[in-house]
């Protein structure tokens, strides 16, 4: 009986990570583009921080990878590194047009 709980908890472990790891892959292959003034945020709006730094702000045409995405109320937030290296969040519709959601 041992056995069977041991491998029942063995499939769950492995079907969540395989889950969890195709939402990742559904995630980059997100394609945006910056179509104005974006401001990059180091922490992920849809938990409603009090305050969120702004690292920087991005510039029209400029590069992005999408990392992650996640969904606020009314917006669509994105994790996305810069070519420079800069990792930040971004919000749909903020000088960011997402073209392709995969």
């Keep these: ?3 069977r709980s041991v491998y029942f908890l063995l499939f769950v472990a492995l079907l ?3 889950l969890w790891g195709g939402d990742v892959l559904g995630d980059r292959r997100y394609q945006v ?3 104005g003034a974006a ?3 180091s922490l992920p709006p849809h938990e409603y921080p009090s305050s969120n730094p702004k ?3 991005l510039r029209a045409g ?3 990878r999408v990392l992650r995405v996640r969904y606020g109320k009314d917006f669509e937030a ?6 420079g290296g800069h ?3 971004v919000i749909g519709g903020e000088g960011i047009k997402v073209v392709s959601r995969g």
């Design 1 to 3: 009986m041992r056995s």
């Design 39 to 41: 401001p990059l945020y």
């Design 16 to 18: 969540g990570a395989a």
């Design 55 to 57: 690292i920087s702000t």
């Design 78 to 83: 994105l994790k996305v590194e810069t070519e």
């Design 62 to 64: 400029e590069h992005l």
């Design 33 to 35: 583009d910056v179509v």
């Design 87 to 89: 990792v930040g969040w």
